[in-house]
């Protein structure tokens, strides 16, 4: 049955968690839930029904909010916004404004990530709140979901800040204490951000769920990675990708890189159904030629070396007889196709890699920032990086990271970005690009609703 959990409404956004209807495979559990179960009380005093909540919000990460693999999300979106994607559509979809750089306050797309990342916010501290009253769960159990909750909080935050900057960090569902929220400092969200990780890296459990569907301490661990890495503090990022390393075994076929049971995998999400598959590969995926809504830039394409096996693994191509067009294909499997073996990867252990050598060339360690780097170059079948110093080694850095990483998650806009190389290369690419262009317009309804969050960003 369907029910919804006691909630408060602030005015920024509309926050609701309804549990109900969960995917019917493990782990994102299918809980019969008694009709009694009908107070935020009573939810949490159950762990069943606590992971139950926790499923929830693993399932509308995958279908509905920031990282979703669907057109929706920004492993499409970014790309196109990027230089990785061109968009052939003729249709005024969102895929279009982000192509153009010609996104507006009003745009439903940065309505929806903005809404869709706060309502998981507040589930999150809902689950924070209610495990921590709850007279029902056993210590362990406990701190287990809180470490949980407070890596989705984590997540969803550092993903907001770098779409839209400054936001506010909530970690209350508080009615009086959000409805005039401001927006913080990235310096302060990040300290929030890297806070709550810390403490959910020492909560969760170092064992993984069965297929890596849950986050552990490894996951939380990569995202510190991560999030030292976007702040450039460059010895904590070497220390948390070693420790995240250290702890997994390195995947030596680039055909098996996107299966389920990839040992590098470090976190992904299940998809709804053994039918279904990844959204990722029903957004990219295209039979037909010239292809309906978007491909792979040529650039991106023409980046690859002849050799380099990831142009045979992960590019597909289409052609009409005369022409050629082509798409990723990292994710193989669409619905129907009989076989359920890949999930959606939200963190692998090649990141990792490319994090701590980007680290060791900051710290001037070249011969192990190389190192690292070839971890995915002879992975691709391609010969040792040459780079003596530390600006050599980085561009090598972030031409690998191009490769490795393209049309996943963002990576590559969020890597112009970072180092101040989006004007650079998307000004000639972008009609009308503007520097003002890397970040997103903070959503027109939310001004409205709550003037406190002025003044919007600049350049809309």
Known sequence: MKYFIKYTKIKTVVLMLIIGTFISCEPYIDVELPSHLLTQEAIYENPETTRAALSNIYSKLRDNTIITGSQAGISNLLSLAADEMTYYGTQ?????????????????????????????????????????????????EKEVFIGEALFIRAFLHQHLTLLFGEIPYITTTDYFENTNVTRQSVETVY??????????????????????????????????????????RWPQALEEATVVINNFQWEENINDVFLNTNPGTIWQLMPESEAVNTLEAQTFIFTTAPPPLRALNQNIVDSFEANDLRKTAWIGEVSNGTESWFHPYKYKLLPGSGSNNEYSIVFRLAELYLIRAEAQA??????????????????????????????????????????????????????????????????????????????????????????????????Y
């Open 191 to 232: 300290e929030n951000i890297i806070s709550d990780l810390q403490t959910a890296r020492d909560l969760l459990p170092v064992e993984n769920v069965e297929l890596k569907t849950r986050p552990n301490r490894w996951v939380a661990t990569a995202m510190l990675a991560r999030v030292f890495l976007y702040q450039e």
């Open 362 to 459: 900051h710290l001037n360690n070249i011969p192990q920032g190389v190192s690292d780097l070839n971890k995915t170059r002879n992975r691709a079948g391609l010969a040792n990086a040459v780079a003596n110093d530390s600006e050599s080694l980085l561009v090598e850095i972030f031409n690998e990271r191009k490769k490795e990483l393209f049309t996943e998650m963002g990576h590559r806009w969020f890597d112009l970005i970072r180092s101040n190389k989006a004007n650079a290369v998307l000004g000639p690419l972008k009609p009308g690009w503007n520097n003002t262009d890397v970040l997103l317009p903070l959503p027109e309804q939310e001004l409205l609703l709550n003037p406190n969050l002025l003044p919007q960003n600049p350049g």
């Open 92 to 140: 005024p979809l969102p895929d279009q404004d982000f192509y153009n750089n010609a996104i507006l306050p009003g745009n439903p797309v940065v309505l929806s990530f903005w809404n869709q990342g706060y309502n998981l916010i507040y589930a999150a501290n809902d689950i924070i709140e209610g495990v921590t009253n709850s007279s029902g769960l056993t210590p362990e």
